[in-house]
């Protein structure tokens, strides 16, 4: 019985860990937009909510990956083990909301699945392949957007250059709307998915369902919880991705959100997870240093590296510490 009610527990924190990543992550598409004010804030956000459900159901490739590759086997964890990294993810995402640093919830959920998983089963259980893989995916993307956004900038410099700022400001207002609207597409599109993941690998340790396929109610869940989430809004965030790493135009808005939506939908394509959190900020940085380096605030950009290098340990040990609670109580 009290498995059968940990199962629910976990459906319970994915959701909200969905809710928590759509609110926290709400600045990755908007925030380029809404500082060169190229959309009205409110606006921007009730349609990154309407655009983050609708990615959320186009795959589930990026699912299969997170719930299939984690663990060696998913007879070897239980709903205990998966609540237990669940809390540790989440609450490190509120944490690093409430001190308004952009981190990635993507760190934060292997950070907890690899703590849980480590303390309870031992770390012969996960799958080094498999973190291995993720992981990658997770550090390289970044690199990828920041290069990325280098070489669009430099191209539309090539391209509109010779425009005096007022008249580029103007051409790429609505542009930059587009890619906007692209990048909470290709949010939803990834984001999502690491929650239906959660929920099927939990399901199949239970023995719910046979394979590792992701169930239409957990699809529609999990999308609807994210999407609920961005419509909260994640103010603090959009403050600092917004203003605080690079004073923006609305061109560089627009290649910064354009090369994010490229890579992450890439990503999504490949059936890799990435933080969307990652790979925005390596825009920003990008497309702030094709017009030159010291554009960028580099002070902001190391404390935030600095949070993503602690973000997987901590929220491993926040889960771990987690487990070993509910192990003594019950």
């Known amino acids: 019985m009290l498995d059968h009610y940990l199962v629910w527990a976990v459906v319970f924190l994915a959701l909200a860990f969905d809710y928590i990543n759509g609110f926290h992550d709400t600045a990755n598409a908007i ?3 809404v500082s060169t004010r190229a959309i009205n804030p409110k606006t921007a956000v009730m349609m990154t909510a309407v655009l983050n459900f609708l990615g959320a159901m186009i795959s589930t490739g990026v699912a299969k990956t997170i719930g299939g590759d984690l663990v060696m086997d998913a007879k070897m964890i239980d709903s205990g083990v998966i609540c237990a990294a669940l809390i ?6 509120l944490l690093t909301w409430w001190w308004g640093i952009p981190s990635s919830s993507s760190h934060a959920l ?16 996960l799958n080094e392949a498999g973190i291995i893989k993720i992981f990658l995916s997770l550090v390289i993307s970044p690199i990828i957007a920041m290069v990325g956004g280098f070489i669009i900038m430099k191209v539309l410099l090539l391209l509109f250059g ?3 700022p007022i008249a580029l400001n103007d051409r790429f207002r609505t542009m930059q709307v587009l890619s906007a609207t692209l990048m909470a597409f290709s949010h939803g599109s990834n984001d999502a998915q690491k929650a239906m993941g959660i ?20 699809k529609i869940s999990c999308a609807m919880a994210m999407a609920l989430g961005t419509a909260a809004g ?3 965030i959009i403050s600092t991705m917004g203003n605080k790493i690079f004073k923006m135009e609305t061109i560089n808005g627009f290649a910064a959100d354009l090369n994010s939506a490229i890579t992450i939908f890439t990503a999504t394509f490949l ?3 990435v933080s969307t959190t990652h790979v925005v900020s390596g825009s920003i940085m990008g497309v702030g240093s094709s017009k030159r380096v010291k554009a960028v605030n580099w002070g902001v950009a190391r404390s935030m590296v600095m949070a993503w290098f602690v973000t997987i340990p901590l929220s491993g040990l926040v889960a771990a510490c987690t487990y070993w609670i509910g192990s003594v109580i019950f």
């Open 162 to 164: 010779r425009f005096s």
């Open 271 to 273: 059936h890799l997870p």
């Open 31 to 33: 925030a380029t937009s």
């Open 234 to 236: 994640g103010w603090r």
């Open 88 to 93: 540790g993810a989440i609450a490190w995402n």
């Open 199 to 218: 929920i099927t690998l939990t399901l199949l340790s239970g023995g719910y369902i046979d394979t590792l396929d992701v169930p239409t109610w957990v």
């Open 110 to 125: 292997i950070g907890g699945v690899i703590g849980a998983v480590g303390f309870s089963v031992g770390f012969d259980a």
